[in-house]
């Protein structure tokens, strides 16, 4: 009889926590080797659900680390170290490249509710919507009516709308001097307008984002492998 992996627990989880918050963080190689840990052995569904949703002890690697990983991944060098201080203060992470000083990086998400309400979605077993355009400061009552829909046909402009809206309120939240010379990373889902090329979305944030006081400013889609847009 084959030998099955041992599964993703909260265990599992915690001994992640602990490594990457450790005084000396770990390397970029290695957080990549937690994620897809994470990605790749079994998970109880309740587990799972919650990190979908970002609930309870799941919230932290679904909000920030797996962000910063898909950022870091690929455009740093692999001895690079992260650490993630877990401690609900800003930054969510430390940046040490070759010996500089570290660099604080931000995550920050836009359609962050839209987002929460489609995860919710996955546990009915129902039809799931693939898209929500409700901004984040919309009614409960609206979210709910939303998801209850299922998933609908949106046209692109609307798409295109509530994502921009959503980017420009992320900015206009972050656009505060203690972020000086620290790195934005804001997870939005790009995926939802494929065809919508990356200089589209720098003309229209990019001034924006170049008067912010990050000395980076990116849009990341939170799907693995998702796109990345550079803004600053």
């Known amino acids: ?83 993630f201080p877990l401690d609900d203060q800003p930054p969510d992470a430390w940046l040490m490249v070759n010996g500089e000083p570290p660099v604080g990086i931000e995550v920050t998400a836009a359609l962050a509710r839209a987002g929460h309400e489609v995860a919710k979605s996955m546990a ?38 509530a994502i921009d809206n959503a980017i420009t309120a992320r900015l206009s939240a972050k656009d505060q001097q203690k972020f000086a010379e620290q790195i934005l990373v804001i997870t939005v889902p790009l995926g939802s307008s494929p065809d919508r090329g990356a200089q589209e979305l720098q003309a229209r944030h990019g001034a924006k984002a170049a008067a ?13 492998r998702g796109r990345h847009v550079q803004l600053k």
């Open 124 to 161: 009915g077993g129902g039809a799931v919507p693939g898209f929500i355009g409700l901004q984040d400061n919309a009614t409960s009552q609206q979210f709910t009516a939303a998801r209850a829909r299922g998933r609908v046909l949106h046209s692109k402009k609307g798409i295109d709308a």
């Open 1 to 83: 009889m084959p030998h099955l992996p041992s599964p993703f627990t909260a265990q599992s989880l915690a001994a992640l926590y602990a490594d990457i918050s450790a005084q000396a963080g770990v390397t970029v190689a290695a957080l990549r080797r937690h994620l897809a840990e994470f990605s790749s052995l079994p998970i109880a569904q309740a587990d799972l659900q919650a990190y979908r949703e970002g609930r309870g002890a799941w919230k932290k690697l679904h909000d920030e680390v797996v962000a910063v990983g898909h950022f870091l991944d690929g455009r740093y060098p692999e001895d690079s170290r992260v650490r």
């Open 212 to 224: 912010l006081p990050f000395s980076e400013v990116h849009l990341l889609d939170p799907a693995r």
